[in-house]
Structures are given as C-alpha cells and as structure tokens.
C-alpha cells in the first residue's frame, strides 16, 4: 500500500474511533460514570486531532466550493447507489435495526446532498448562506432550517428529539 492508501485507512479508522468514543461517553453517562465518560470524550477528541491531521496530509480540504462539490458527491452516492442494496439485504435478512438504520440515513442523505446544493448554489453567487438556526433529528439525523417540525418528516418522532445547532 502508497502512504496515500495508508492515510485514507488511518483517517478512516481515526475518524470511526471517534464516532465510537463519542457513543460510549453517552453510555457511561447513562449508567452513571460520568469520568468514564469524560475519559471517553477527551479520547474521540483526540482521534479527531489525529483525524484532521491525516486528511490535510492528503490534501484533503480544499477550498469550500470544491469541499461543497466533493459533499455533494459524495450525498449523492450515498443515498443513490449504497444505501438502497444495504437496506435491501436488510429487509431480506429481516434486520429491523439494520433496515431502519439505513431507510433514516438513505432519506436524510438525500435532504444533505439538496442542502449542500443550495450552499454551493449560494457560495457561487459571492453569498454564504443566511443566518438560520438549523436542527438536526437526534434519532434519524433529519435536518432542517428554521425550526424542528412538529413531527420528524423522516423518522415521525416527535420535536423535542431535535438538537439546534449553535
């Protein structure tokens, strides 16, 4: 393997560690240990230290209109061509987390790709994009502008399962 295949495999590994770090703080909060979970937090920290070193050696982040087109694609490859077979095989498999999983994460993939779009859309015009609060579905990942819907369009849950984003 290249040092550049090395550097996709450690930022993806960095990357996926602090995901998981991250998932068990909220556990170890849950059951009561909250220096587990600080220990937990300062860990996924680090990993995404490690994380962004990685991709900047791969010349990863470039400017925000080729970011924007490389989120874009990679939205659209997400909800257009992976995740429709691995929620598939779900089903068949009859792998109910699984399949929820995948059905949340194949719509809301598909609300990003289209939001990314406008902020392409936006950033090419000389503009960012207006100042809104934005709110994120803690159970789907739905996300939107403005204010959290009553229920969530992608998983129904009801508004105060939505996180606003400062």
Do not use: W
């Not at 680090?46 to 050696?57: D, F, I, K, P, S």
């Not at 982040?61 to 061509?81: P, Y």
């Not at 399949?99 to 990003?112: C, R, W």
């Not at 403005?146 to 996180?163: H, I, R, S, W």
């Amino acid at each position: 393997m290249s040092t550049k295949d090395n550097l996709a495999e450690a930022f993806a590994g960095e990357s996926q560690a602090n995901r998981k770090y991250l998932a068990f703080a909220k556990k170890a909060e849950a059951e009561g240990l909250p220096q587990v979970a600080k220990l937990f937090r300062a860990a996924a920290h680090a990993e995404t230290v490690h994380a962004h070193a990685h991709l900047r050696a791969m010349d990863g982040i470039k400017n925000t209109v080729d970011n924007l087109k490389e989120a874009i694609e990679g939205e659209g490859f997400e909800f257009q061509k992976m995740y429709p077979p691995f929620l598939e095989q779900a089903r068949q498999e009859g792998h109910r987390a699984a399949e929820n999983s995948f059905k949340f994460a194949l719509a809301v993939e598909e609300v990003h790709h289209d939001l990314y779009q406008q902020a392409l859309a936006a950033v090419q015009n000389g503009v960012d994009l207006a100042d809104r609060p934005i709110y994120v579905c803690e159970v789907c990942g739905n996300t939107v502008y403005d204010e959290a819907p009553d229920k969530c369009t992608v998983c129904l849950v009801p508004k105060d399962k939505f996180t606003r984003i400062a």
